[in-house]
């Protein structure tokens, strides 16, 4: 079954109102809907524009921005969840973050469902700037979703350089692994964007990256935001010879499409001239 994905290079905007949030959103939505997209991946941080909706004091504040989003979180999850139902599209709405209990803030990917239905991965590996400035917390689950087009996985950015989260992911059954993203330097990006392809080319799957692009010098936590969407494949016989499927313009405010089709990562791992997914035990076996 052939899918078409649609990955965001979402801009940061400074925001009046929360009708302001919910009008871009739609608009976002609607655009990748009426491409026929079915499955649509935001940003990591997309949602950090939200905190130009509480002042200065607020915005320029790492720690209150985190304190005073919770207040929106709610608006956030149904603004999705129905926009979901809507369109009868999955999306990933990039990330949130969520205050688990008082003072203890993960940074959360949620997936919304057509049906209804919302689920989330907490990002687990985390950076120096959100450990040593942000202080946010690593979750401690890896997940994998039941989708009408197969099993879907959440990689939030940094966790995408780390390859033994992604394995296990793809041995509970993803052939799609969605990596929202937020970097601030273009070694950053490209950091994750070789995360991602490494990922795709070991697992015989599909990665797809999406990144927050723009500069907001008025927020503390995403004041500078490089990067481009890319969906990216195995590297074999059936997909492109260098494992891109498609990829954005460097720092463009775009959605960038591609069809996908979940059922070709099990034909390419059993008739590919390679074999990276099922020899990944051999390394095991080597001193």
Not at 60 to 86: I, R
Request: hydrophobic share 40%.
């Amino acid at each position: 079954m052939k899918v078409k994905v649609a990955s965001a290079q979402y801009d940061i905007s400074f925001l009046e109102s929360w009708q302001d949030y919910r009008n871009k959103t739609e608009r976002w939505v609607a655009e990748a809907a009426q491409q026929d997209a079915r499955i649509l991946l935001f940003p990591e941080y997309a949602s950090m524009e939200l905190a130009s909706l509480f002042g200065k004091a607020v915005y320029s504040s790492l720690s209150k921005q985190l304190a005073s989003m919770q207040s929106v979180h709610e608006d956030y999850l149904g603004l999705f969840k129905t926009l979901a139902q809507q369109h009868g599209c999955i999306i990933q709405s990039g990330s949130f973050p969520v205050e688990i209990e008082t003072g203890i803030y993960h940074n959360r990917a949620y997936l919304f469902m057509p049906d209804g239905k919302v689920d989330y991965q907490d990002k687990l590996m985390m950076t120096r700037f959100e450990n040593e400035q942000w202080f946010i917390k690593g979750g401690s689950e890896l997940k994998c979703f039941d989708t009408e087009y197969g099993k879907i996985a959440i990689n939030i950015c940094y966790d995408s350089e780390f390859p033994l989260l992604a394995r296990k992911q793809v041995e509970m059954g993803a052939n799609l692994i969605l990596v929202p993203s937020c970097t601030d330097t273009l070694a950053g990006y490209h950091r994750v964007k070789i995360g991602c392809q490494a990922r795709a080319l070991e697992n015989q799957c599909y990665v797809v990256q999406s990144c927050l692009v723009g500069n907001a010098p008025w927020s503390e936590a995403v004041d500078v935001n490089i990067g481009a969407a890319g969906i990216y494949t195995p590297v074999d016989r059936g997909f492109p010879d260098n494992g891109v499927l498609v990829a954005g313009e460097l720092n463009a405010v775009q959605w960038v499409y591609g069809e996908i089709s979940l059922d070709s990562c099990e034909v390419v791992r059993e008739q590919g001239q390679v074999f990276n997914y099922r020899d990944w035990s051999l390394q095991n076996t080597l001193v």
